[in-house]
């Protein structure tokens, strides 16, 4: 079975930092490029951020670059995205996917909150 | 950055009613286009990817289509389950952008 199975999700105050995690198996996950999306509560998809299969490309919003890195361990079948500088803006459900031309298996997502 | 717009923002409708949503590009994107169903407290669930290819498993009632700038989501017969908010996405280019999605609800 494909899954994406995420982690590290938490509440942190303004200026803080976390880093998600996203296990993949079923797959072979050093062929797929994988993405960061979140969804503030009430509101509608954000694309965050894109890495290529083999780490040779990454690709930010502007509303985190700067701040966000994302990354990932093939040897692993992990993604993660290291989040710096956090603001309460930032304040979502963060979804992993698989895809660059179409995200066609998502992870269930993490709540991070940004508050003091 | 490429704008999507889609229309309406939300739509009621009866069970077996075709319902049409609709996406604006700002610029021409070709079919460099997708649409995702995302349920209540879900991911969303891939649907058409390259603007009217269906994605395995998905039923048929949905299709899509347009190039260009102007697409076009349609549910052919209204079901209960396909309750949702329906977004578009351009993966044209970086940053892939999203609409702000159309919540679809039985009449």
């Known amino acids: 079975e494909v899954r994406l199975v995420q982690s590290g999700g938490g509440l942190v105050q303004p200026g803080g930092s976390l880093r998600l995690s996203c296990a993949a198996s079923?797959?072979?996950?050093?062929?797929?490029?994988m993405n960061w999306v979140r969804q503030a509560p009430g509101k509608g998809l954000e694309w965050v951020s894109y890495?290529?299969?083999?780490?040779?490309?990454?690709y930010y919003s502007d509303s985190v670059k700067g701040r966000f890195i994302i990354s990932r361990d093939n040897d692993r079948n992990s993604l993660f995205l290291q989040m710096d500088t956090l603001r309460v803006e930032d304040t979502a459900v963060y979804y992993c996917?698989?895809?660059?031309?179409?995200?066609?298996?998502w992870g269930a997502g993490t709540t991070v909150t940004v508050s003091s | 950055d490429i704008q999507m717009t889609q229309s309406p923002s939300s739509v009621s409708a009866s069970i077996g009613d075709r319902v049409t949503i609709t996406c604006r590009a700002s610029?021409?994107?070709?079919?460099?286009l997708v649409w995702y169903q995302q349920k209540p407290g879900k991911a969303p669930d891939l649907l058409i990817y390259?603007?009217?290819s269906l994605q395995t498993g998905v039923p048929p009632r949905f299709s899509g289509s347009g190039s260009g700038a102007e697409f076009t989501l349609t549910i052919s017969s209204l079901l209960p389950e396909d309750v949702a908010i329906y977004y578009c996405?351009?993966?044209?280019?970086?940053?892939?952008?999203f609409g702000q999605g159309t919540k679809v609800e039985i009449k």
């Open positions: 996917a698989r895809g660059n031309t179409a995200f066609g298996v």
């Open positions: 610029q021409d994107i070709s079919t460099w």
């Open positions: 079923g797959f072979t996950f050093n062929e797929y490029g």
């Open positions: 390259r603007a009217s």
């Open positions: 996405q351009q993966v044209n280019s970086f940053p892939r952008t």
């Open positions: 890495i290529t299969s083999l780490s040779s490309s990454v």
